[in-house]
């Protein structure tokens, strides 16, 4: 079975700094995607950026980009210039290329402080 | 943008009754999901409707049941509600081929309180 494994609960960075959140994933596919998405306070869940597993060029959405290392089964999220609206719950998840499903991580929560 | 309508947004019941949750997906998306997200967790998916047929099912108690219409709307039923059913309750909407590869994208929920 596919896992997805966010080992950090809780991380803070302050205004205009750049943070990284980690995600690693266990899977015997070799066709997949993955994802980052967030949730504010508002519980809405909002779609950061996505990679196909058969790209090789890491995905960058403006301030959001990823560092996907398929070999090590690792997708980190890196956020630049971090502002007070990125403030939020960050789930990774997984999707193969067949099935319907995504699997979440447990979470990420970051903090953004003045 | 048009995006995944959800209604209602807040729903109480009480033990052991019934609810229907609905839900729009994006104009021109053909398949749907159903997602549960329980106090602290992470969203756990319960089934899916592609072209209106059950496509993938997880992990979706015998009490809930769900259908995807000509419309492409789908709405889940839930029986013999019990506490534990409280929960935010998401609807993704994409449009893809059979194979699933297109992104999901959430509705803002519904949350269902049983008292």
């Known amino acids: 079975a596919q896992t997805v494994t966010q080992s950090q609960p809780e991380m803070s960075v302050q205004e205009a700094e750049t943070v990284t959140l980690s995600c690693t994933y266990d899977t015997s596919e070799s066709d997949y995607y993955l994802f980052w998405y967030k949730q504010p306070p508002s519980r809405q869940m909002i779609l950061v950026i996505r990679?196909?597993?058969?790209?090789?060029q890491n995905a960058t959405e403006n301030r959001f980009s990823v560092n996907f290392q398929k070999a090590a089964k690792s997708f980190s999220l890196k956020i630049s210039d971090s502002q007070l609206g990125d403030a939020a719950m960050y789930f990774c998840?997984?999707?193969?290329?067949?099935?319907?499903?995504?699997?979440f991580g447990t979470g990420t929560r970051l903090q953004v402080t003045l | 943008a048009a995006g995944v309508i959800q209604s209602p947004r807040h729903l109480i019941k009480e033990k052991r009754e019934t609810a229907t949750l609905k839900c729009y997906p994006i104009?021109?998306?053909?398949?749907v999901y159903w997602y549960q997200q329980g106090p602290g967790q992470d969203p756990q998916f319960l089934i899916s409707f592609y072209e209106k047929m059950q496509s993938d099912k997880g992990s979706i108690p015998d009490r809930f049941s769900a259908q995807q219409f000509s419309d492409y709307h789908s709405e889940l039923n839930m029986s013999s509600l019990e506490l534990g059913d409280s929960a935010l309750y998401f609807c993704?909407?994409?449009?893809?081929?059979?194979?699933?590869?297109?992104?999901?994208?959430f509705g803002p929920g519904t949350r269902l309180t049983v008292l």
């Open positions: 990679q196909e597993a058969y790209k090789q």
């Open positions: 104009p021109r998306h053909d398949t």
């Open positions: 998840a997984y999707k193969t290329g067949t099935a319907s499903k995504l699997t």
């Open positions: 993704a909407s994409s449009l893809e081929f059979p194979g699933g590869r297109d992104t999901q994208y």
